[in-house]
């Protein structure tokens, strides 16, 4: 659906081009030269030649552009590397056709859109006709290079008069959000999923009483994960159903992420358009365990250390209290629901002091030890230390740590048992996620 049409606004004001800029400054030189000689047919030429390129200007502000554009993106999600196709259809609904124009995209910083283009010539407005001579479909592929909201659009139509003596930029349209989630690394499978977790009791549980997600599948609703699709009920009933004891009996796994921004040792900060690459890579793991378990069929509760910005599963959290609880991710479409959170996640300033309580009382209502992964970029051991007291209720207790960590952090959470994985620089998801797995499964072995 198109917007009403209305003049575009200009985004510079109407200005004279080089070959305006020539012919104003061969008029004043033809003007000097008539008072000088005292010639009156040379005063007439250099104000024609003055005038030119101010009428073109004035030409250009009245005769602004009549269009309206709406863009549409595939996909309208992507991550971070990806890139999506713009579309823009754009209409003229003035009764002459288009002049000669460039058109281009503005976008937010961040995302790498193409450099101007020819504008096509469109016809006069046709009101009967749609997709008709007066309207043309825009694409162009829009590369994402930081994780947010970010803005495409207006379009910008720059357009000059017949002559080339002056020209204008002039915004169609409104702008239209196009969310960038953090990079997804798969991780392989390994002990660090189940090892004597809840997760193998589950396990057991599903495969020890074969026949008895028979008696309970349901049918299939928008958002089931495939892999709890039961093929047997579904070819009985001939339509898709799925086994409803995997929701009931899903595992838990919890996850805490380090989202303050604590004093470094190095004290430049990232100016407005930049992005800490060391916060960013902690989301980009964050985001990849969380989608791993998940898949897994974990039920994905995260612990913020500083100010909440994640929402979870309706905002309710694990007691179901808006805005006062964990955030969980168990329900049909978790993981897009986990991405697009993580999207719009910033390092915070204000600190939260209850962070180690919050993980420590979900961990005691799990009522058994399951998986915790501490994925920390800062901190000191008056911050962390406490956590080091929960390693009995965490199988497997897993800490990725960042550079800026205090040495005595890694120290005290070595000794209470945690596997601590450190993040280096130029590391990866991938690459920090099998260390870990090594590291663990050369603990579990020699103990």
């Known amino acids: 659906m198109f917007e009403h049409p209305h003049k575009a606004t200009a985004v510079r004001r109407p200005r004279p081009t080089l070959r305006g800029w020539g012919l104003f400054a061969a008029g004043g030189a033809v003007l000097v030269a008539s008072a000088f000689f005292g010639r009156s047919d040379l005063l007439f030429v250099g104000l024609f030649l003055v005038t030119c390129p101010l009428a073109a200007m004035l030409s250009v ?33 003035a009764a002459l056709p288009t002049p000669v124009a460039t058109w281009r995209e503005r976008a937010s910083h961040g995302l790498m859109v193409q450099d101007a283009e020819p504008f096509p ?15 043309v479909m825009l694409r162009q592929r829009v590369a994402a290079g930081r994780r947010g909201a970010h803005d495409i659009g207006p379009l910008i ?25 953090p990079r997804v690394t798969r991780l392989p499978r390994g002990e660090l999923d189940i090892a004597k977790s809840e997760g193998t009791e589950h396990e057991l549980i599903r495969h020890s009483i074969p026949s008895a997600d028979e008696l309970i599948a349901r049918e299939y609703r928008p958002g089931d994960p495939l892999r709890r699709v039961h093929w047997r009920a579904t070819a009985r009933h001939d339509k898709l159903m799925v086994r409803q004891e995997e929701q009931r009996s899903n595992p838990e796994a919890w996850i805490l992420f380090d989202t303050h921004r604590a004093a470094r040792r190095d004290p430049r900060q990232p100016s ?33 250390t500083a100010s909440r910005q994640l929402a979870g599963r ?10 006062t609880s964990t955030p969980t991710y168990d329900l049909g479409g978790a993981d897009r629901l986990l991405l697009a959170e993580l999207a719009g996640v910033v390092q915070s300033t204000r600190s939260r002091d209850d962070y180690v309580g919050e993980l420590s009382a979900g961990l005691r209502r799990s009522g058994r030890a399951v998986p915790v992964f ?9 911050e962390l230390g406490a956590l080091g007291a929960l390693r009995p209720m965490c199988e497997p207790a897993l800490a990725f740590i960042g550079a800026t960590a205090e040495p005595a952090v890694v120290d005290a959470l070595r ?5 601590c994985v450190p993040l280096e620089g130029a590391d990866d998801t991938l690459a920090a996620w099998k260390r870990a797995l090594v ?5 579990s072995h020699s103990g």
């Open 61 to 93: 502000t009245i005769d602004r552009p009549r269009l309206t554009a709406t863009r549409t993106f595939s996909p309208e999600v992507v991550a971070i590397g990806e890139t999506t196709t713009v579309t823009t259809t754009v209409r003229n609904h």
């Open 121 to 135: 010539r469109l016809a006069g407005h046709t009101p009967t006709t749609h997709n008709g001579r007066d309207s």
């Open 157 to 181: 139509v720059s357009r000059t008069d017949p002559f080339g003596l002056a020209y204008g930029e002039f915004s169609v349209g409104q702008p239209k959000q196009l969310l960038v989630t």
């Open 272 to 304: 407005v358009h930049e992005q800490d690459p060391a916060f960013e890579a902690v989301v980009e793991l964050v985001a990849s365990i969380g989608i791993h378990l998940l898949d897994e069929g974990f039920v994905v509760s995260v612990v913020e």
């Open 314 to 323: 309706t905002g309710a959290g694990r007691s179901g209290t808006l805005g």
């Open 374 to 382: 501490a994925v920390l970029l800062d901190g000191s051991l008056d």
């Open 415 to 419: 000794e209470a048992g945690w596997f």
């Open 439 to 443: 590291r663990h499964r050369a603990v």
